[in-house]
């Protein structure tokens, strides 16, 4: 099984997970729930997921900004093979400049961002990842982060590195080839 997990005010029907369901169809099951804005409940909800799924099946994950940041916690914790796109990998500094009402881009609707977030965000960094279970995608023309972040986190991640992109990565489904390589 692989789970996708969304970035910061996205869903489970983002762009990308529907390109990696498309890719995977007939191959390989792929969830992506839609997670709470609540960094507690959104790991909680992913820890559930991953340990009944490992009853059962191996599981990897595909982690997108914030997406990227729990798999980095999650493949840590559970010796999880993960993509990590474009992640937030600072995010506890990162969000804290999002404090306030934020959007949705689902379906628009507004939350509120507060600094009880941030700090549930530091409570599940991890200072010193399994970087042999990591693959970093980024793209430089990110517009939202600095990729230069994830390099110096995660120096010795196997990595795929583009001039341009932008935060959402341009070009993803190109890529699905050697996401499914790197998971084998």
Known sequence: MIIFIHGFGS???SFK???????YEGKESVLSPSLSYVPHLAIKTLEEIIEYAL?????????????GYYAIYL?????????LINPAVNAPKTLSEYEGMA?????????????????????IDVLNPNQDNLLLMLQKGDEVLDYKEAIDKLP???????????H???GYKEHLPKIEEFFK
């Open 17 to 23: 997970a529907d390109r990696t369901r498309e890719y």
């Open 156 to 166: 010795n991640a196997k990595l795929i590195l583009e001039e341009g992109g932008d």
């Open 75 to 83: 493949s840590n914790k559970y010796n999880l093979k993960a993509v």
């Open 103 to 123: 959007t949705n881009y689902y379906d628009l609707s507004k939350f509120e961002w507060n600094g009880s977030y941030v700090k549930q965000l530091k409570e």
């Open 11 to 13: 869903s489970g029907f």
């Open 168 to 170: 959402s990565f341009l």
């Open 55 to 67: 009853t059962k099946e191996s599981v990897k994950l595909i982690g997108s900004s914030l997406g």
